[in-house]
């Protein structure tokens, strides 16, 4: 019998009478919670002679190492050590986390760190940054067109001067004014390089890219179309001076409590007596978080005509409340959206690549760029009311 085979042979026995004596310590422990002296000192002597063969195995395997023939490719005394019976049988011990008495396996090296050669678990699927919502677009009716610019009569003063008349007696004269409008279309556009491996090689990746440029787009769109100045190239947006009347409420008639609830209230009076009948109410997310709260602090939930839809959105005096972040803090507006504008389309958001902008070709870059063109017409600012929703 070689010497490998006698070792192993040892480290076999050697592993039943460990096996022998887990058992018996376990008993013990079950009987009268401790280990017997005798137990103890056969378990150590055991681990002696586990020790002596350990170093019996690292003197044949080294032995090994210098008679091998170079060419011969054959497993090392180590390999076979932990494909035998006996070191399978130990190691699931050891992962069941059994132990013999007060005595365990000792071990002298604990090999930490990573191991490289294992394979991350890559996940296909991006991890996107935030889509706000949208909410502005969906309060107009759009319109499309293949011009740069959208001219329109808006009427400017009507007023109605018709009376009772006797009969032979002349009539009133009532006076109506137009203006003529002219609105420009308006671009939002920006651009991004990327590599032409990444949009060859990651398609997911590149994918992303055109969603996150097309989001970009309408995003500025949304803030365009509430508050842009109208100064080219900036669209009108329906809160810029003309485009919609302001409220002209003071601090001092909204009362002692629920002070934006009742402008709120008084605005769809005025609108309504006005001959419009408005179908939202648009706040900043942040402001519209103000007033639902003062509902429910104030006790006034069963009170104020608020609710929520059967999709969860919020209706406010019978109005559906409209959260942007296009609507800058502390302003608000109440509105016959369907009655106050239009939105023209001239184009939709086009994402468009080359590599021929600037040193592009011999860099091996692409450039993405994103546009929409578009116009807002706010042919009736009277159908809009808003302004400082906490007003002086």
């Given at each position: 019998?070689?010497?490998?085979?006698?070792?192993?042979?040892?480290?076999?026995?050697?592993?039943?009478?460990?096996?022998?004596?887990?058992?018996?310590t376990e008993a013990e422990i079950k009987a009268t919670g401790t280990v017997s002296a005798d137990t103890k000192a056969a378990l150590e002597g055991l681990e002696i002679k586990q020790r002596e063969l350990a170093d019996r195995l690292l003197v044949i395997e080294q032995k090994g190492t210098q008679q091998q023939d170079p060419e011969t490719k054959s497993e090392t005394w180590g390999e076979q050590f932990i494909k035998s019976a006996s070191y399978k049988d130990k190691l699931s011990l050891i992962g069941s986390g059994m132990k013999f008495g007060s005595v365990g396996f000792e071990v002298k090296n604990t090999l930490t760190g990573a191991d490289a050669t294992v394979a991350p678990d890559r996940q296909s699927a991006i991890v996107p940054g935030t889509f706000?919502?949208?909410?502005?677009?969906?309060?107009?009716?759009?319109?499309?067109?293949?011009?740069?610019?959208?001219?329109?009569t808006k009427e400017n003063v009507f007023t109605n001067a018709a009376a009772e008349a006797a009969e032979g007696a002349a009539k009133a004269e009532s006076s109506l004014t137009w203006s003529l409008v002219n609105m420009p279309v308006s671009t939002v556009a920006h651009w991004i390089k990327i590599s032409r491996q990444l949009a060859m090689d990651n398609r997911a990746l590149a994918a992303y890219v055109d969603l996150r440029m097309r989001y970009g787009v309408n995003r500025k769109v949304e803030t365009q179309l509430v508050s842009g100045n109208g100064t080219a190239p900036n669209i009108s947006g329906f809160m810029n001076t003309g485009n919609y009347t302001a409220h002209g409420y003071a601090d001092a008639a909204l009362g002692s409590v629920l002070k934006k609830l009742v402008l709120i209230r008084k605005i769809i009076g005025d609108m309504e007596a006005a001959g419009y009948f408005p179908d939202a109410i648009v706040f900043n997310p942040a402001d519209w978080a103000t007033v639902e709260i003062d509902i429910f602090t104030a006790g006034t939930a069963n009170v104020v005509?608020?609710?929520?839809?059967?999709?969860?959105?919020?209706?406010?005096f019978g109005r559906r409340v409209v959260s942007s972040v296009g609507v800058t803090a502390d302003t608000f507006a109440v509105g016959a959206f369907g009655d106050h504008g239009t939105i023209y389309d001239r184009e939709g958001v086009v994402v468009e690549m080359s590599d021929s902008d600037s040193d592009n070709f011999t860099k091996n870059l692409i450039t993405l760029r994103a546009e929409r063109r578009l116009a807002l017409a706010s042919e009736v600012p009277a159908a809009i009311r808003g302004g400082d929703l906490t007003p002086a």
């Open positions: 019998m070689s010497d490998l085979s006698a070792v192993m042979k040892a480290c076999e026995a050697i592993e039943q009478q460990l096996t022998k004596f887990a058992e018996k706000q919502p949208l909410t502005i677009e969906s309060l107009y009716r759009h319109v499309p067109t293949s011009s740069n610019a959208i001219e329109f005509p608020f609710k929520y839809d059967e999709a969860g959105r919020p209706v406010l």
